[in-house]
């Protein structure tokens, strides 16, 4: 079955938390924290809504090829405002003791270093479950993390530990102690949480074309390869013009000389992509939405944004060097604005959203170029 992943959009939140009260519903962690089941749909309901909209969740969706929502995931960083709690206790009213005795607990059962992302929630339909949702939902932002080194955690529910656990196929294992709450009567058992911890792992990298490039994301027999270090110093766009990826300088490059480092062989590796303007290609630079799906938090919703850039936890993940190690800046395949100019990844790895003009030329004070990707056939 196929199977997108994007982010959640604001107009969303309230199905997302539905879609989770409803998977939650039997689970005997939410069955010991909303025991009365006429209540537990609409309390855990309004307990997801508030991660939903605080300040740096992540959350994605999962989808069919129809568009339908097959699951979801929501993470937050380590570093969630508390209000979020104050929040939790205000939506849950009766119930808030015994969430805030989980937020306390998971408090004192954190991992002691920073930053890290908590995951706190993975759901599926009914009709999706056991199709490969619930991991392409955790690989598609564990992949972003390991790009930029940052762990993750989590408190499981069940003791998904064992080798037929989808958290220990990512590389989660137990940490700390386990968390034992109250007792659940009619289930004859008490509600446990089970820390578990991820640290960062690497990611894989291939050689084509004599260069390393990185892994930042797989679609069933293909993965998309980014370029390790910027490849060549050279404008967007060799006049100063209103231009698109498709008559740029830039593109040419890629579809003509560039290709020459590559045998026949890796060529025929080479699945050819239609960027947005519906142009085929086989190396491409890529777009700012691309860039913040696979080396960022996954939308503008969890980033910070100004007029001038989008600047999240994941700039470092997005820095680039020349070949011999000098700090470049590198161009992505979008019209800026005004269209004479394109946007650009900075130094620091912030995304300049305004970007640059198209024909400026890299220099010793500014340099700037093409760091190239494409998708590729396993093999």
Request: hydrophobic fraction near 40%; include cysteine.
């Amino acid at each position: 079955m196929p199977i997108s992943i994007r982010p959640i959009r604001p107009a969303e939140i309230d199905a997302i938390a539905a879609l989770f009260s409803a998977g939650y519903f039997n689970d005997s962690f939410f069955r010991w924290v909303v025991p009365h089941d006429a209540d537990r749909l609409t309390t855990v309901a309004e307990y997801y809504k508030v991660y939903l909209r605080a300040a740096g969740c992540v959350a994605h969706v999962a989808t069919d090829a129809d568009g339908n929502t097959l699951g979801a995931a929501v993470w937050l960083p380590h570093d969630t405002d508390p209000a979020v709690y104050d929040e939790i206790d205000r939506v849950t009213g009766k119930y808030a003791p015994q969430f805030r005795q989980v937020a306390d607990w998971s408090h004192l059962s954190e991992p002691p270093m920073s930053p890290f992302y908590q995951l706190v929630g993975v759901v599926t339909t009914s009709q999706a479950q056991g199709k490969g949702v619930a991991t392409a939902l955790l690989g598609f932002h564990l992949d972003i993390l390991d790009a930029t080194g940052i762990p993750t955690y989590l408190e499981a529910s069940t003791p998904y530990i064992g080798n037929w656990g989808v958290y220990s196929k990512f590389g989660y294992r137990p940490i700390g102690e386990l968390m034992t709450f109250g007792e659940i009567p009619e289930l004859g058992m008490s509600a446990v949480l089970y820390p578990c911890w991820r640290p960062a792992q690497k990611r894989e990298r291939i050689e084509l074309g004599g260069m390393m490039w990185q892994v930042i994301a797989v679609l069933f027999d293909r993965k998309l390869l980014l370029s390790d270090h910027v490849v060549a110093e050279r404008p967007y766009h060799d006049t100063f013009a209103e231009v698109g990826w498709a008559d740029s300088d830039i593109r040419n490059y890629l579809g003509g000389e560039f290709l020459e480092r590559f045998s026949p062989d890796e060529l025929a590796r080479i699945a050819e992509f239609y960027n947005d303007d519906m142009v085929l290609d086989k190396f491409f630079i890529p777009s700012i939405d691309e860039i913040l799906n696979d080396l960022g938090s996954g939308h503008a919703y969890a980033c910070t944004v100004s007029g001038f850039y989008i600047d999240d936890i994941h700039n470092a993940a997005r820095m680039a060097t020349t070949a011999d190690g000098t700090p470049c800046r590198w161009y992505l395949r979008q019209t800026g604005k005004p269209a004479d100019m394109t946007p650009v990844v900075a130094l620091d790895g912030r995304i300049s959203v305004t970007g640059d003009f198209v024909n400026r030329r890299s220099t010793e004070l500014f340099k700037v170029g093409v760091r190239p990707a494409v998708w590729v056939l396993e093999g």
